[in-house]
Structure formats: structure tokens, C-alpha cells
């Protein structure tokens, strides 16, 4: 603990919980324990950083598993990595909690690195301090020299794809809250899975790519705007997910995966001459990239549903309720 003792002393807790289970690399020249890291970058790499920091009652609402909290803190920084097209490597870790339970702690870092080994991505330090329960991760990784994806690169013309099924994790938020509804689509929510290796593949296909984490609607207007260019956008292409169909009827579905936020699937934009490369890429790929519009010049987005303009209400779940 940076401040105050708790019920386990910091050392103790750090070597039982965060310093033992972790995958081995050869470019962590120094890991947990010293006054910092020391990693060793591949020749030829740029390094890519990000940071996300997720708290109780703002980004998870109180009462989420300890696991999920363990998982989705480096989910959520992983998906970030992926939208830029980079490869992760290392990963640190500032947990903030009230007090220090060996249980509590236990099912976090099961969750952290049941995810951190999957990508052999190595914790190699962080800070535990008493305050409000939240985890703030910072992960790098690395892209082959200027090979990193932007989100200001899509031009008038390319498709505009999605990942996945977006929609499902608001709704496992809602039904979590109400204790009930599909295993699937609360697991969506809790247990995101970060589009790593479809990501990694995207560099040099994506004109432009983010990851979807406030509602498509909203982060497609950044994608967007930061590429100076609008969208015609057909909602009857949305992947809506048999799950989320059978939990809440077309029109809800629809608005949830416009609106509702946690989906952490890819956005991106794919320049025609480079579609049919993208469609073996994705021939082989465990989740689906749908085509749902065009990139044009003018700006705004322009949703239609059946030839007819569609509007939803748009209703961003930014914070859980
Ligand atoms: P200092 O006071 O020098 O910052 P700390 O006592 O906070 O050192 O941390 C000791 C070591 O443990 C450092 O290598 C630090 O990066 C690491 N560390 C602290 N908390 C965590 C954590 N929650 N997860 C991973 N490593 C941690
Ligand atoms: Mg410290």
C-alpha cells in the first residue's frame, strides 16, 4: 500500500497475488519488485501505449464478480491495442481498494491473468494504494514500424465494418442488474473478449479503425470526424445477435447495439480495391465483420432502415445506472 497498512502488509500481497503467475518473456529485462521496469523493445517496432482506468459504480456497478474486474480491466486496455493494430507485450497495474481481502484478491488476479497468459502478455509492475475500488492498467505493444492504424485515415468510398455482435454487452449490463436473462449475453459484458489477433490482421487492410467502447452510433461519429468525412449507414446490416433478439425484439436490439456502449468489438473502414483481401482474412476469423455503410464525404451519419431514413433514440448507457 502506498498509504496506510492493511490487513495484508503490500510486500505479502504483491508477491501472492500479482509478482508469481505470470507469462515469462525474454524482452522483460526487469520485472516486478525494483523501482521500475525495464522491457526491451524488438528492432523495427514502434511502441504502442495505452491506459484505461475502470471504477466501481462508474465503468462496473457494484456487486460485479472479482473475476470479471480482473479480466475486463486488461480487456478493455487489450482492445484498445487491437484498434491501433499492435501486438501486446507487457502490462502494469494500479489497483485501488478499501481494504485488502485475500479472496476478493485471489479471483482478481485469476481474472487478470487468466487473460494476460492467453496473449502472453506480462505484468511487470504497478502500485497498490487504499481508496475506492478501481484498477488502472496501462499496457504496450508493438507495431511493425509506422504500421499503426489511425482513426483519421478512412476516406469517402471505403466500407465501414464492425466485429462481432454489438448490442450484447448493454444488455448482459441490464440483465445482470436484474439478476436474470441469457448466460451469453452477461458474459459479453463481463467477460470481453479483446479483438487481438483480427486486429493485428487489419493493419495495412483499415483505412481507419477504433474500438467500440461508448455505442457505435457515437464512436462511429468520431471515427468520422476525425477522418473530415460522414456516413450512410443501413441498420438492417446491424449483427444483431440471436441472443439479444430473443432478450428484447428487433427495435430494442437495434438501439441497444446503436446506443448502449462495452462492446469492444473493431470499427473500422476498408478501401474497395482491398475487400476481397479482407475476405479471406476474415473467411477464418471465430467472430464475424459485417459491412453496415459507406464512407462520404459530406459529414454526419445517415441511418436507413428498409430504404426509409431511420432514427433511434439515442440513448448512450455511458454509465451504468
Ligand atoms: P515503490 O514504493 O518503489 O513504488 P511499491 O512498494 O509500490 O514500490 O511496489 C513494489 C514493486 O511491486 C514495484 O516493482 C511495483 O511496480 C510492483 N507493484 C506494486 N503494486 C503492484 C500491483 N498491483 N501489480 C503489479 N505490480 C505491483
Ligand atoms: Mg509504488
Known amino acids: 500500500m502506498a498509504r496506510r497498512r492493511s490487513t495484508l502488509d503490500e510486500a505479502t500481497l504483491i508477491g501472492r497475488y500479482f509478482a508469481g ?15 521500475a521496469a525495464v522491457t526491451r523493445m524488438r528492432r523495427g517496432c514502434d511502441l504502442v501505449t495505452a491506459t484505461d482506468a475502470l471504477f466501481e459504480g462508474v465503468h462496473y456497478p457494484r ?13 478493455v486496455n487489450l482492445s484498445d491495442l487491437a484498434a491501433m493494430g499492435a501486438k501486446p507485450l507487457w502490462a502494469s497495474l494500479a489497483l485501488s481498494l478499501p481494504r485488502a481481502t485475500g479472496a476478493w484478491l ?34 504496450q505493444g508493438e507495431v511493425r514500424r509506422g504500421r499503426h492504424v489511425t482513426r483519421d485515415a478512412a476516406r469517402a468510398g471505403d466500407g465501414i465494418w464492425v466485429t462481432g455482435h454489438p448490442g450484447d454487452a448493454v444488455a448482459g449490463r441490464l440483465l445482470l442488474a436484474r439478476r436474470g436473462g441469457s448466460p451469453l449475453l452477461r458474459r459479453r459484458f463481463l467477460y470481453p473478449a479483446p479483438r ?9 487492410i483499415a483505412s481507419a479503425m477504433m474500438d467500440v467502447s461508448d455505442g457505435l452510433h457515437d464512436d462511429l461519429g468520431k471515427l468520422m470526424r476525425a477522418s473530415g468525412c460522414g456516413a450512410e449507414l443501413d441498420a438492417s446490416r446491424l449483427p444483431l445477435s ?33 475487400e476481397a483481401q479482407l475476405a479471406r482474412l476474415t473467411r477464418d476469423w471465430a467472430v464475424p465483420a459485417t459491412r453496415i455503410g459507406t464512407v462520404r464525404r459530406a459529414a454526419g451519419l445517415r441511418w436507413s432502415l428498409d430504404g426509409k431514413p431511420f432514427r433511434f433514440r439515442d440513448r448512450t448507457f455511458r454509465h451504468f445506472r
Open 21 to 35: 503467475p505470470q507469462a515469462l518473456r525474454a524482452d522483460v529485462v526487469l520485472g516486478i519488485g525494483d523501482d
Open 63 to 75: 456487486g460485479t464478480p472479482p473475476r470479471a474486474i480482473g479480466h475486463r480491466c486488461l480487456a
Open 106 to 139: 485471489r479471483e482478481f488476479s485469476a481474472g487478470f491473468f487468466a487473460l494476460a497468459e492467453a496473449w502472453n502478455v506480462a505484468l511487470i509492475g504497478g502500485d497498490t494504494v487504499r481508496g475506492p475500488p478501481g484498477a488502472t492498467v496501462t499496457v
Open 196 to 204: 487481438l489477433r483480427e486486429g493485428v490482421a487489419l493493419a495495412g
Open 242 to 274: 440471436r441472443q439479444l433478439l430473443a432478450a428484447t425484439g428487433p427495435a430494442a436490439a437495434r438501439d441497444m447495439a446503436l446506443c448502449g456502449g462495452d462492446d469492444y468489438e473493431l470499427l473500422f473502414t476498408v478501401p474497395a480495391r482491398r
